[in-house]
Nanobody, 122 residues
Framework: QVQLVESGGGLVQAGGSLRLSCVAS????????MAWYRQAPGKQRELVAT???????NYADSVKGRFTISRDNAKNTAYLQMNSLKPEDTAVYYC????????????????WGQGTQVTVSS
């Protein structure tokens, strides 16, 4: 079993900062891509940022220059540093990871965390 647990969400004023963390635990042999998604009320879930095991990074245009994704491979943890937050960043933020769970299988599977609420007040 693999679990992803997010933390770090909360209520912040516009212009403020938050740092989200996502810890992967359980049966993990290797983690390929780790990503952050978000879903605002009434909207589809959207990709925010991705980072590969070798550090290749991509961001949604809406967060470029404000958000920074990083990871600690030794701790199976991904982070999302969010600066200059805007009310439109309000959403539930989800961690997603592509994980190979065992040395005996070559298959990778996607796993999701339960989400953490980020609310930005104007």
């Amino acid at each position: 079993q693999v679990q992803l647990v997010e933390s770090g969400g909360g209520l912040v004023q516009a212009g403020g900062s938050l740092r989200l963390s996502c810890v992967a635990s359980g049966s993990i042999f290797s983690i390929n891509v780790m990503a952050w998604y978000r879903q605002a009320p009434g909207k589809q879930r959207e990709l925010v940022a991705t980072i590969t095991s070798v550090g290749d990074i991509n961001y949604a245009d809406s967060v470029k220059g404000r958000f920074t994704i990083s990871r600690d491979n030794a701790k199976n943890t991904a982070y999302l540093q969010m600066n200059s937050l805007k009310p439109e960043d309000t959403a539930v933020y989800y961690c997603n990871a592509l994980i190979r769970s065992s040395i005996v299988t070559i298959a990778y599977d996607y796993y999701w965390g339960q989400g953490t609420q980020v609310t930005v007040s104007s």
